[in-house]
């Protein structure tokens, strides 16, 4: 089980996985070790609860970084705003979204209108492959992925989706994001200190007919020994 789960503690970066559950939420937190500061890397539901219940508070983020607009990726990201509105947070938040992403958007901007007394601006920060940014002590480096949403109904269209490499002084932490096989991956996994990687599926996908929108376990592990170390995350929850 690897939610809750410190998966790395360097020097200077710490990796958590506060959730992770394919269709529930994902979030995964990384701490400065010296600054003290957060970076969030998706903001699944239930991320305000987590952050409070692992000891880390949410005034100390520097920034949220999305992967993509389904709602186990997003899903927390309105409480979390709200409660950096309760207690006055005055700092400026940066929020990182694939370019196009219009859940996003959409949710940022309802907030905005919603509340134009809040105490804190928003960096909305749309991102394209291959886009570096630079927040404090982080360096983030985003790269495209392949990704579409599926439900009962089958697989939709392919949705803007990204994965990452974040750099913090000498240590590397990788997120695969949402997607199926593809080169990013190897790009995004190579060298990493750790590697967190998802992997939906126990062994076969029931969408093998071209329409790969997620690894499988045995995919995913196979990304992960490019990095240093790995773990599994987004895996299917029994319904």
Known sequence: MVNGKQVF????????VLYSAAGVATTIVL?????????????????LRDLLDAGLHPEWLSGIVLSHGHFDHLGGLHSVLGF???????????VAYPA?????????????????????????TPLEDGDILQLESWSIEVLAVEHAGSTAAGVGEAVPALGCRVELGAE??????????????????????IALIEATWDASSPFDGG?????TRDEAAAYGTLARRFELVHRRRER
């Open 9 to 16: 503690a360097g020097r200077e970066l710490a990796v958590r």
């Open 211 to 215: 329409e790969r929108v997620h690894l």
């Open 31 to 47: 701490e400065n070790r010296r600054g003290g500061d957060l970076l969030l890397l998706d903001c699944g539901d239930g991320t």
């Open 100 to 124: 196009g992403c219009l859940e996003a958007e959409g949710l940022l901007n309802n907030f905005q209108t919603l509340y134009p007394d809040c105490s804190f601006a928003f960096d909305l």
């Open 84 to 94: 950096l509105r309760m207690i006055g947070r005055d700092e400026a938040l940066t």
């Open 172 to 193: 590397t932490a990788a997120y695969s994001g949402d997607s199926g096989p593809c080169d990013a991956l190897e790009e995004i996994c190579s060298a990493a200190d």
